[in-house]
């Protein structure tokens, strides 16, 4: 009988344990700060938050958290990420096991987007399963998978791309394709009126290639090798994922397999040829989305999850598990690097500079905070102009911004203050940058559709289908 016991709750107790392992600091208490990820109570409804000045990376999920009242920010971050947690992990032990849900935390493509900062892909890293497990059932539930994946760009691609691949009806896929459509305004719209943002170079896509190709097939290969597992033994991760794969084979349909290689195949190309991929993509329209090639693993989460669905025999199932954790080993103590911290004291600085917007001399894209490197909060909370300017090792990758160029040889006429080494100057006129209409109602209509979604997914009560 305690056997018996043991067996039935073990699994769940494994897959709890690999979920709490990546995603331990998320229960802390603090503001979020690490790398790209910044989170701070108070953040402003900026025209940077909205996609209008520069590149639109962080719409709508800035923008929705500039609508968050009380200095809640944070604690919504957490709401998000821990809820899309618990709705992945649920979807992808019902549809493929237990194995398929300890694949999908336990991975190094969540501990190294996590390490960046990047929890809105994370969190669309794990409504993926959702998506699929509901594809061909009441619409508003694989669309709601969908929506909420769509909190980052990069999200609502590959949500869109995995869903109407994997739709088994030309209607449904009409319908996740338009609903992709639809989920991307906030950021699509802002881009297309203002195309200058968008444009990237050749030396940006060299410096964000994968790591390597062996790195890739393991479902890692983040560039920055800061945000990487020392401790990880990449090849026996490869391994693991490439016997997945086998695994996955003969059962899954091909249109998944063929995700798998368009994703490996792809994040491969980008490492190996960074020259003559930066060629192709800054002459393709949009091709900043494709620049930080890793992220291209996202299309190799379906059929790895099959293959961990279709593993048989115990002895199988032991070697592909030992490979996977040497994959990620020492994920536990390098989430150390995101845990919560103390947010920076910017209200005095808030209150004084208010609405006008703020010209920062020298550029500053990123500042130290707390031993860590992080974007530059004062963007986060005020109307800055952002610089555009990023080195990476020592090489400028991105051309400063032609707005902050501007801004910087006429402040009087285009900013209303400056801060420099001397200090805060206020300037007069004030001059401020208006928040489009249009702009602030796409974000409020994104969230009011997420959260109808939401709802409508979590009623036990049948719809008709539409």
């Not at 402003?44 to 609508?67: I, N, S, V």
């Not at 060629?279 to 190799?300: E, S």
């Not at 593993?311 to 040497?326: E, K, N, P, S, T």
């Amino acid at each position: 009988m305690p056997g018996a016991a043991a067996a039935k709750y073990l699994p769940a107790a494994a897959v709890v344990a690999a979920a709490a392992m990546v995603l331990w600091p998320f229960v802390l208490p603090g503001s979020l700060l690490a790398r790209d990820m910044v989170v701070l109570p108070h953040m402003a409804l900026t025209p940077q938050a909205l996609g209008l000045a520069g590149a639109a990376r962080a719409t709508p999920q800035d923008a929705l958290l500039g609508l968050v009242p009380f200095g809640l920010e944070p604690l919504v971050v957490r709401l998000v990420v821990l809820g899309a947690a618990v709705v992945g992990g649920r979807a992808a032990w019902a549809s493929a096991g237990p194995w398929a849900a300890g694949v999908l935390f336990l991975n190094p493509f969540v501990v190294e987007r996590l390490l960046q900062g990047h929890w809105s892909l994370v969190v669309a890293w794990f409504l993926l399963p959702a998506l699929l497990a509901h594809i061909d059932g009441p619409w508003w539930r694989p669309v709601a998978a969908l929506w909420w994946a769509s909190l980052t760009p990069t999200g609502a691609v590959a949500a869109t791309l995995i869903g109407v691949v994997a739709a088994g009806s030309h209607r449904r896929r009409l319908l996740l394709g338009a609903a992709g459509v639809a989920a991307s305004l906030p950021w699509l719209v802002p881009s297309l009126l203002h195309p200058a943002g968008t444009t990237i170079t050749a030396a940006s896509v060299r410096a964000f290639a994968p790591s390597s190709v062996v790195d890739v097939l393991g479902m890692g290969g983040i560039w920055n090798a800061d945000a990487t597992l020392t401790a990880r033994v990449g090849a026996l991760g490869a391994l693991a994922s490439v016997l997945l794969l086998a695994a996955a084979w003969r059962s899954t349909p091909r249109r998944l397999l063929v995700l798998w290689f368009l994703g490996a195949g792809g994040a491969s190309a980008l490492c190996l040829f960074p020259g003559a991929a930066g060629t192709v993509l800054t002459a393709l329209p949009g091709g900043g989305l494709l620049r930080d090639g890793q992220k291209l693993v996202l299309l190799m989460l379906p059929a790895a999850l099959a293959g961990a669905a279709a593993l048989r025999g115990r002895r199988v199932a032991a070697v592909v598990a030992v490979c996977w954790l040497a994959g990620v080993w020492g994920a536990p103590q390098a989430m150390e690097a995101i845990t919560p911290t103390r947010p920076p004291q910017l209200a005095h600085l808030v209150s004084q500079v208010g609405e006008r917007r703020l010209l920062i001399a020298p550029p500053s894209t990123t500042v130290q905070w707390q031993g860590r490197v992080v974007v530059d909060p004062r963007g986060k909370v005020l109307d800055v102009v952002p610089p555009g300017t990023l080195v990476v090792d020592g090489e400028t990758v991105d051309p400063p911004n032609p707005d902050y160029v501007a801004a910087a040889a006429d402040p009087v006429h285009r900013v209303g203050a400056v801060l420099d080494d001397e200090g805060l100057h206020l300037l007069t006129p004030i001059v401020t940058t208006p928040r489009p209409a249009w702009a602030v109602a796409l974000t409020c209509a994104w969230a009011t559709c997420g959260l109808l979604l939401l709802a409508a997914a979590r009623s036990p009560r049948r719809r008709p289908p539409s």
